[in-house]
């Protein structure tokens, strides 16, 4: 809802000489935000590619993924109709009563994303696997303890400045970088439901498709493409404990709980 709510606000507003950093801050602060809330209970999965990406490999048991995918689209469905309730009245003052879903008046991009005009569904299509990819790395190596061991109050800033990234510097002008399938997907039915029409699945030879199908893709990707290269070679801990004598200090706990009981045993009664 942060998300789409920061899109409509730019549209609305007109903000387009700012929107290329605006929205993207919104986004990375929308992810960070909702790790911090839901982090505790259920690990902070809000993206369904994230969640089959670690699932893949086994960092997630897969019965759960269900679960996890029904709380994140119905979540991201909720959370446009947020946005809708919102800025309706703004967008129809601005764009007029007869809602379009691309164009000058176009305003579907408010809630879900849509391919440049100028590059092929091909491009979409390699774009929302890199782009995911490089995002279930990072995840991945953020979240690993053997690696750079990031404490655990500061994973939701890091993976919101690694979304950040990633829309604003790498991958945000062929598609917007929607990174998340139930973020492009749940909106874009709603947008269906709510007047927007079925252009909105046939826009640009019909990419609806490329987020919901390639982010997917690319999680898994990411995901293995750092269990293989890295998180395989780690070395693996010794159990083998040599003997030793005990330290300096445990010497001298030692020697202070002998005296105290010595101590006990000559107290004569009275």
Request: glycine share 10%; charged share 10%.
């Amino acid at each position: 809802s942060i998300g789409c709510s920061a899109n409509a606000f730019i549209c609305v507003a007109k903000e387009g000489n700012v929107s290329h950093a605006i929205a993207p801050w919104a986004w990375g602060m929308a992810v960070t935000a909702a790790i911090y809330v839901c982090g505790g209970v259920s690990g902070g999965h809000v993206n369904p590619a994230v969640t089959l990406g670690l699932a893949s490999v086994c960092k997630i048991k897969w019965y759960k993924i269900f679960h996890y995918f029904a709380a994140q689209y119905l979540g991201a469905f909720l959370g446009a109709a947020v946005t809708y309730g919102v800025y309706h009245e703004a967008i129809t003052n601005t764009f007029g009563a007869e809602l379009q879903t691309i164009g000058v008046n176009g305003t579907a991009g408010i809630f879900g994303t849509f391919s440049n005009e100028n590059i092929s569904t091909s491009t979409a299509v390699i774009d929302q696997i890199v782009a995911t990819a490089f995002f279930l790395l990072v995840i991945n190596a953020i979240t690993d303890e053997k690696n750079m061991a990031c404490p655990k109050g500061l994973i939701p800033i890091a993976i919101g400045i690694t979304d950040l990234g990633l829309l604003i510097f790498a991958f945000g002008y062929n598609c917007g970088a929607p990174i998340n399938p139930a973020r492009d997907f749940a909106p874009r039915v709603f947008t269906a439901l709510a007047g927007w029409g079925n252009e909105v699945f046939t826009a640009h030879d019909y990419y609806f498709w490329v987020p919901l199908v390639c982010c997917h893709i690319g999680g898994v990707l990411g995901s293995w493409i750092y269990r293989l290269f890295i998180e395989l070679h780690w070395p693996e801990a010794s159990y083998e404990l040599a003997p030793t004598q005990p330290d300096e200090s445990e010497q001298v706990f030692y020697k202070i709980i002998n005296a105290t009981r010595r101590s006990k045993s000559q107290v004569e009664p009275l």
